[in-house]
């Protein structure tokens, strides 16, 4: 399984969690509350959870050739979402 993260500052963690979670409720096998949502798309997992400055955004891919299609479809969406911000979505390896 490869992994990524990516910890994006912002004030507005929680609703964006939900929303990327109800958008995707529609189509996908999907579970969340206000503080954490995992999100099963074609690409892989999506685990997020929002605390009060920051949305923490894990990635797992079981081919590692899908990875960068991932990031993209979740920074995406993401932007979106936040257009009234600008985010910094910076994606590693977790430690």
């Given at each position: 399984m490869i992994q990524s993260r990516a910890v994006v500052g912002?004030?507005?963690?929680?609703?964006?969690?939900?929303?990327?979670?109800?958008?995707w409720s529609h189509r996908f096998e999907t579970e969340?509350?206000?503080?954490?949502?995992?999100?099963?798309?074609p690409l892989?997992?999506?685990?997020?959870?929002?605390d009060?400055?920051?949305l923490t955004i894990d990635l797992s891919v079981t081919d590692p050739a899908?990875?960068?299609?991932?990031?993209?479809?979740?920074?995406?969406?993401?932007?979106?979402?936040?257009?009234?911000e600008t985010l910094r979505i910076d994606w590693a390896s977790p430690a």
């Open positions: 912002t004030a507005h963690a929680s609703r964006y969690l939900q929303q990327l979670a109800k958008h969340f509350d206000t503080e954490t949502a995992r999100i099963a798309l892989g997992e999506a685990r997020l959870a929002a009060a400055e920051a899908t990875l960068p299609d991932f990031h993209a479809v979740i920074v995406r969406h993401l932007e979106r979402f936040a257009f009234r």
